[in-house]
């Protein structure tokens, strides 16, 4: 029997001719990574482990960005034990502020995830890479911390959902509909323990930026990765941004799947996941009632890259945000910031009453940068709208793409940017 | 090796952040962490809780984030096994890294009540809710995933 692409890397990286759905393997791995909130319990576990010294000081990237720049003492001190662990270890890939974005914007940007690696992070959007057609996945710090002392993770190979893409996107409609989309239709369990392929010939109408939104998000369908084929767009990202040598895999033609779905592109809408679930999902159109809103978040691993921020610009440029709203724009990484400042979208956000940030995960998953007070409601781009992920536990977080967040940000409440 | 004690019983997609909000992940002392368990679903919890005690929930029970304090919360908090009809995966490894008993069964995730008493023998699988008398099977973890327990958790794993 075939395998799909996900158990082709696992098979090659666990040095088996083949694996099966449901088998437990041991595999190398090329890149662990970790924040500032999973490593410093990575580095306690790592104190029991009887070998002390890392696998190898190239294979591991440690970014501060969750509560970075330092929210509090507390933050300080988690960031100071990952900076002596890094210095002590030698690490090539240690970001501090000034160097640090968004884990899951700035490592593929760095060019240290390419197609074919098997990566694991401790953090759950690590599945962001498959865009580039690598296995990876969030584990948690225990994993890490193995991960980084034997350079090697065991892993259970999942079966795998057959996404077939049609069509292309309409205008203002962008990779985080695609997958809020499939997340509504699948539920957020959906793909329980399951790889989420993505392929047809759709794929090539999107952009990388879409497609590192649309892998970023299969955890919330419950996936255990995400992952696109190694196309021309993909090679190119890579060759402009990679360091290391890449391997295409693709799936054997009889490959077995779980479940198959059809998407037509060019038939999706704005799409907005009302609390508390990234499933429960309505068109923009579908609303109906007017949902004012006191906040607009633009950024995060899943929406902070360049052509988010160009989105959102394009959508507020020459206006005002709306009365009573604060709309916090925050570029995932320092490069991604530098871009947005060169092109005037950070004159166009600051002229038009937002605010631009640093990058941080921050408001995203209620950190700080932007924690909604009780009652309040948000409109943000970011991946999760669990009770309190932002905030009060009765403030309430809707998703949606930087067009639409752009867009409501400038009319007070939630819309398509066709209104504006 | 089993635990006794009393159901917490929760629904549907019981997410890291409300077993242990973002905002207390800046803390690295477990027995501060742990004061916050679920604090944000079950206000009670933490005052209740009691050593053996058991988390019973439905589908896909510790979605969202990676963070390793969330299952460690709950053993910090004296829980002695989690009941569910199913686990996020990153939650189900974590758990058994850390050694926290967790159990897939979605009979008895749907037949325990809240306060009942609960034992679970973790060698056999079975589950039983003494005030109500019925009892339940769990299927047992893979061979591989056994050691892990054994050694309690991957630390001893890797050293063994």
Not at chain 1, 184 to 210: H, N, P
Request: proline share 4%; with cysteine.
């Amino acid at each position: 029997m075939g395998m799909t692409m996900s158990q082709k890397i696992l098979a090659d990286h666990a040095h088996l001719e083949s694996v099966n759905a449901g088998q437990l393997i041991e595999a190398d791995l090329d890149l662990v990574l970790g924040n500032d909130i999973t490593t410093p319990v990575a580095i306690r576990v790592m104190d029991g482990i009887d070998k002390k010294e890392v696998f190898d000081k190239d294979k591991i990237a440690l970014v501060m960005d969750h509560f970075i720049p330092n929210k509090d003492i507390k933050s300080a001190e988690n960031c100071k034990t990952c900076r002596e662990f890094a210095l002590r270890h030698e690490l090539s890939h240690y970001y501090d502020v000034g160097a640090m974005g968004i884990e899951h914007a700035l490592l593929p940007e760095q060019g240290l995830t390419v197609a074919g690696d098997l990566i694991i992070g401790a953090d759950s959007h690590t599945c962001t890479y498959g865009a580039l057609g690598a296995f990876s996945t969030g584990v948690g710090s225990t994993d890490m911390a193995a991960g980084m002392a034997t350079g090697k993770a065991w892993f259970k190979v999942p079966s795998a959902i057959r996404f077939v893409l049609k069509g292309s996107l309409n205008k203002w409609v962008s990779g985080k509909d695609v997958i809020l989309h499939i997340i509504g239709k699948i539920g957020v369990d959906g793909a329980l323990y399951q790889s989420m392929e993505f392929t047809g010939e759709g794929v090539k109408s999107l952009s990388m930026d879409d497609r590192f939104t649309i892998a970023n998000m299969a955890i919330e369908a419950g996936g255990k990765n995400g992952i696109f084929p190694v196309d021309e767009e993909a090679i190119s990202y890579m060759e402009a941004h990679g360091k290391r040598p890449y391997k295409a895999y693709e799936a054997d033609p009889d490959a077995e799947y779980a479940a198959e779905y059809e998407i037509d592109l060019s038939a999706l809408k704005s799409t907005v996941a009302f609390p508390h679930l990234p499933s429960n999902t309505r068109t923009v159109d579908e609303i109906g009632e007017r949902i004012k809103i006191d906040q607009a978040v633009i950024g995060s691993c899943t929406n902070g890259r360049i052509s988010d921020i160009r989105v959102a610009a394009e959508i507020i440029k020459g206006k005002r945000i709306a009365p009573n709203v604060r709309c916090i724009v925050i570029p995932a990484t320092q490069a991604i910031y530098l871009e947005a400042l060169e092109k005037g979208y950070i004159k166009t956000f600051i002229e038009a009453g937002a605010i631009v940030s640093t990058p941080t995960c921050g408001p995203c998953l209620g950190g700080y940068m932007g924690i909604l007070a009780s009652g309040e409601r948000c409109v943000s781009t970011t991946n999760r709208n669990f009770v309190g992920r932002m905030g009060a536990v009765d403030s309430e977080l809707y998703l949606a793409s930087p067009a639409v967040a752009a867009a409501s940000a400038v009319k007070g409440y939630i819309c398509g940017p066709e209104e504006n | 090796m089993n635990t006794e004690g009393r159901a917490f019983k929760y629904g549907d997609n019981v997410d890291t952040d409300v077993i242990i909000p973002a905002r207390y992940l800046n803390i690295q002392d477990r027995k501060e962490l742990a004061g916050h368990a679920m604090e944000d679903i079950d206000k009670e919890f933490v005052k209740k809780v009691k050593s053996g005690d058991i988390v019973v929930a439905r589908k896909n029970f510790g979605c969202g984030s990676s963070r390793e304090h969330a299952p460690q919360v709950l053993k910090d908090s004296g829980v002695g096994c989690v009941i569910a009809d199913t686990f996020a995966r990153i939650f189900f490894r974590n758990a058994i890294n850390i050694g926290l008993p967790i159990l897939e069964c979605p009979e008895a995730a749907e037949g325990i009540n809240s306060g009942d008493e609960v034992s679970v023998d973790f060698d056999t699988g079975e589950i039983v809710d003494k005030t109500t008398g019925k009892s339940f099977r769990a299927e047992p973890f893979p061979e591989f995933m056994q050691k892990i327990i054994e050694k309690n958790g991957l630390v001893g794993y890797i050293n063994s």
